[in-house]
């Protein structure tokens, strides 16, 4: 394989928000002698509230997810900040008799997953990219221009309103659902509209969770609630992502609180209790979206810039994490063997491992969507027999809390509690 030419950095990656800094902290975890030089550019500082990653929204990490944090010891931190675990998941069709639970239990585990404000993620990520002097953090700074060349990339970079110019052996686009460089270099994507909006907000219930999560599913899509931290036998907040018809979402947002909550209790029901208090509500269009391709020669494509999916399962955050642990591992195997990380045998071997996994999750998602908002009699018959058979068929029940859990395909080294090296 070819050898690495000269370059300031041996990756960029543009783009500094959860998946970035992830990526960013798990390649820093190669050991000195193999240590690689790690630039991160970053339109917004960490605390701005145009940061998209760091806004009070929450994310279900998955199991896996989990494991991967705890590879790169920051789990502790998370855990500390405030990290809720998932016992038991309830999965029901408003109107229907169909019902189901995953419980944590049944995969001989403590948790399913566990819910956590993206801002505490944000924290633990960019401590440690602090603490470590092996990554760059050009923040705030803005991307101008970027060029693929046969021995680097390098990008065109302001800081402080000083052009700079930055090369490296791989340059990372993991600079979200926009991202500058995948139009940049006319990346071709496939994409599907929902016609559906998320309304994101906290709510609060008179009667604990236990740690419970919802999935309740509706003509109108689905409504989940996640439980919050302070997760004690009297910890009564959710997360509640609730999605709506794109011509629903006006009435609904100008709602004073009182009629938000009456809303919402009539569209859920009381299985949770009754919803007594809600903060401030924000929403977000859902999409499904994949590039056509994630890798070039000396480029590769991660997180929402690659792929969103619909929020369904939780799963557009853990893809991402996903992304990272295989890449960071691929990038980990080439630099010990002394080989040009940016070489395009290396990064089609990266695309290759993701395919199984995103095709899979993009699939169960997208079909969860399609079955459970249609009124087609004999399909709204055989999803409510199908939900409840799933508590009376054990070995798919346990393969679909594995997948919830995010062990799809190939696990990483990350994933499975290992360094990289």
Request: proline share 3%; net charge neutral.
């Amino acid at each position: 394989m070819k050898k690495a030419a000269k370059t300031d950095f041996d990756v960029i990656i543009v783009g500094g928000g959860l998946v970035g800094a992830s990526l960013a902290c798990a390649l820093a975890t190669l050991k000195s002698g193999n240590a690689l030089k790690i630039a991160v550019i970053e339109n917004y500082m960490f605390d701005d509230t145009q940061q998209p990653s760091f806004d009070s929204r929450t994310v279900a990490l998955s199991y896996s997810s989990k494991e991967i944090f705890n590879s790169l010891g920051l789990w502790d931190k998370i855990k500390a900040l405030g990290a809720c675990p998932i016992k038991e998941i309830h999965i029901s069709d408003r109107g229907h008799l169909g019902l189901s639970h995953l419980r944590a239990t049944e995969q001989n585990t403590d948790a399913l997953g566990f819910v956590v404000e993206n801002q505490y993620l944000g924290q633990a990520l960019h401590q440690r990219i602090h603490e470590v002097d092996n990554i760059t953090l050009f923040c705030p700074a803005e991307l101008k221009t970027f060029n693929i060349e046969n021995d680097n990339a390098n990008v065109e970079i302001v800081v402080d309103d000083k052009v700079q110019l930055l090369t490296a052996s791989l340059l990372v686009a993991a600079d979200g659902g926009q991202s500058f460089i995948r139009e940049q270099a006319d990346v071709k994507t496939s994409a599907r509209d929902y016609q559906q909006t998320a309304i994101i907000t906290n709510v609060a219930c008179d009667k604990a969770h236990h740690n419970i999560a919802y999935e309740r599913f509706t003509d109108t899509g689905p409504l989940a609630l996640l439980p919050l931290n302070d997760c004690d036998d009297t910890s009564n907040r959710y997360s509640l992502v609730w999605t709506l018809k794109n011509n629903q979402l006006d009435q609904y947002l100008i709602l004073n609180d009182d009629d938000f909550l009456a809303a919402l209790q009539k569209r859920f029901g009381e299985r949770a209790g009754t919803f007594i208090k809600t903060g401030k509500r924000v929403s977000y269009p859902l999409s499904l979206m994949r590039t056509k391709e994630t890798v070039r020669a000396r480029l590769a494509i991660i997180g929402n810039a690659a792929h969103t999916v619909h929020p369904v399962a939780g799963q557009g955050f853990n893809l991402g994490l996903r992304d990272v642990a295989s890449l960071a591992q691929i990038i980990a195997e080439a630099h010990q063997q002394q080989n040009d990380i940016g070489d395009i045998y290396y990064l089609k071997m990266y695309e290759s491992w993701r395919q199984r996994d995103l095709m899979q999750t993009m699939l169960s998602t997208d079909s969860l969507v399609r079955m459970f908002t249609t009124r087609f009699p004999p399909v709204v018959v055989a999803r409510n027999m199908a939900l409840l058979a799933l508590d009376m068929l054990p070995g798919l029940k346990k393969q679909i809390g594995r997948q919830a859990m995010g062990f799809v395909g190939k696990a990483s080294r990350l994933a499975r509690g290992l360094p990289l090296s």
